[in-house]
């Protein structure tokens, strides 16, 4: 149902208007961005990707997937008040491609100058980068900050928004509201294990929950300000139950006596989240400089409570921009003992750790310091060039991709090179 | 030493800088000047209306663009174009449209009440535009 709704407003854009030309052009626009970056690592047990819901990942020996991405948007205006858009985003993402790559489709319509309402596929305006995260050139970095933006794979809503604009003596001041619902589709890890759990051996799950969220933002000319809040509430994520049932089978119960205790702390169906987040961004041609900071309340073990930041500095030197990069992201995870097994079988403590891992190694400790330059080399084309290294605490790599029992690195570094351009 | 670079920097840039640009608008519309923060906000897209109501068409000269925006808001091209890149591929708005040569901007703006575009002060024709502005 909620796909067609896009696929029919992505019809509707196309006919509604046909290509009916005014005397200073058509109505009609096609335009579009791209990435095109390598990274690699020093490591070949931490995979790094920027977002969870990607594929492939990156290790020592380099990759193109993690930040190329190539979109394009049509949008044409059906009346003065009345526009449409739609944006197609072709990267490396687990699931549907065509759908889950579907970033927006929506009517927007305008009643007065000052209201937006959209309709459709919008965007889910969550942090100060969320609408805009797929778009290098519009930002110093090589990426958006790992520790703040690689832990939420949620990009776009079925739904509706509505933002009113106020003027407060030049400067503006927006009030966003918005309500729908995701699809997001990610890869499972780490739960499957299909040989422990034979039902869920599917590799990709679906994030489905509603969401509401609220957002204000002031912009001078050289500030903006924001500050957000989001709620979702997960219906679906997750298929937990059949390793719940081998928890609370009586026969495990004699192996690992009182296991059955934990399957509670398995719970992801009908959890919910709340994000809060502040942010500043600031730019006065030479100097610019961006911080963020947001605070996640969650209800399942899977996403622990967590504390995301980061501080930029940047300085630009006619078409270069060099700048410096401090990101933290830190969870606080409540541990859970997992009762110990009394006979001594390898299927049986394979059983416990993999239950020890599922429950208690989702934490999020991570911090890193980059450097980096990027250069406005011709009209529409930005170099970059990115130097991070990244610092992990016990249990905290999870925004990585991990092998199994494997001894994890406390450091890794990360190079990326790439190129940016609209067009 | 900030004063250095400036000055290099303006070295780099062409010397029809020099040349003034005069932001222009359709003679039939009420509106008969605009200050220069009424014209940063319909370029940069903070309003999509005139001071008296009516829909704004703005519209850009391919050859001038870049001399316009340094003049209107003191900022280079390239950060222009990443400001609009993250208004339009966010979904909030869209750019101005963007004409090829002076005799596509004059006819354009005659024929729509609401358009606003901007030309080198020695090439406009006052009996097909008026003037709502000068730069320097």
């Known amino acids: ?423 | 030493m900030k004063n250095l670079i400036f000055g290099l920097c303006l070295l780099l840039i062409p010397l029809s800088l020099s040349a003034e640009i005069v932001v222009i608008g359709n003679l039939n519309s009420p509106v008969n000047n605009l200050s220069k923060r009424e014209v940063q906000d319909i370029f940069l897209g903070r309003t999509r209306a005139l001071p008296n109501g009516n829909f704004v068409l703005p519209l850009d000269l391919v050859e001038l663009r870049s001399n316009f925006y340094l003049l209107l808001t003191n900022r280079p091209i390239e950060q222009i174009d990443a400001y609009w890149a993250r208004i339009m591929f966010s979904g909030q708005n869209t750019p101005p449209i963007n004409l090829p040569d002076e005799q596509a901007m004059l006819k354009t703006i005659a024929e729509n009440t609401g358009a606003i575009g901007y030309m080198d002060k020695r090439k406009i024709n006052e009996k097909l535009v008026r003037v709502l502005l000068i730069l320097e």
């Open chain 1, 1 to 423: 149902m909620r796909p067609s709704i896009a696929v029919l407003i992505f019809l509707a854009s196309l006919f509604s208007r046909t290509t009916h030309a005014t005397d200073w052009g058509s109505n009609w626009s096609v335009s579009g961005f791209g990435t095109f970056g390598a990274a690699g690592t020093d490591s070949n047990a931490l995979g790094f990707h920027r977002d969870r819901f990607e594929q492939q990942d990156v290790t020592r020996g380099w990759g193109i997937t993690t930040d190329s991405r190539l979109g394009v948007q049509i949008d044409t205006d059906i009346t003065q008040r009345l526009h449409a858009t739609v944006q197609f985003v072709a990267r490396d993402h687990v699931g549907n491609f065509w759908e889950q790559n579907l970033e927006w489709a929506f009517l927007r319509w305008m009643p007065s100058d000052t209201l937006s309402i959209r309709l459709g596929r919008v965007g889910a305006d969550v942090f100060v980068l969320s609408d805009y995260r797929n778009v290098g050139f519009t930002y110093p970095w090589m990426r958006p900050p790992h520790e703040f933006y690689g832990a939420l794979p949620i990009y776009h809503l079925d739904g509706i928004d509505l933002s009113q604009k106020f003027n407060f003596q030049n400067n503006l001041l927006t009030a966003k509201l918005f309500v729908g619902h995701t699809d997001t589709q990610m890869p499972a890890d780490p739960v499957p294990a299909s040989e422990i759990t034979p039902a869920s051996t599917a590799s990709v799950i679906t994030i489905d929950a509603p969401s509401i969220g609220a957002n204000l933002v002031y912009e001078t000319s050289n500030w903006r300000l924001r500050l957000g809040y989001a709620f979702m509430h997960l219906l679906k994520g997750i298929d937990t139950q059949p390793l719940a049932d081998i928890l609370t089978n009586p026969l495990t119960n004699i192996f690992i006596p009182n296991i059955g205790s934990v399957a509670p702390h398995l719970a992801i169906q009908n959890t919910d989240l709340h994000y809060y987040s502040l942010g500043a961004h600031y730019d006065d041609g030479d100097w610019l400089a961006q911080t963020e900071a947001s605070y996640t309340n969650t209800q399942t073990v899977f996403f622990p409570d967590t504390f995301n930041s980061y501080v930029s500095l940047g300085r630009r030197f006619a078409k270069v921009t060099a700048y410096a990069l401090y990101g933290i992201a830190y969870s606080f995870d409540h541990p859970v003992s997992i009762p110990e097994p009394v006979i001594d079988n390898p299927l049986v403590h394979q059983l416990h750790q993999f239950v020890d891992t599922t429950i208690n190694h989702n934490g999020i400790h991570e911090q890193s310091v980059s450097l980096g330059l990027r250069w406005d080399v011709l009209p529409k084309v930005a170099l970059k060039t990115q130097w991070t290294h990244y610092w992990f605490g016990t249990n905290g790599t999870r925004l990585w991709q991990t092998p199994a029992n494997t001894q994890l690195p406390d450091e890794t570094n990360l190079w990326s090179v790439g190129v940016d351009f609209i067009f």
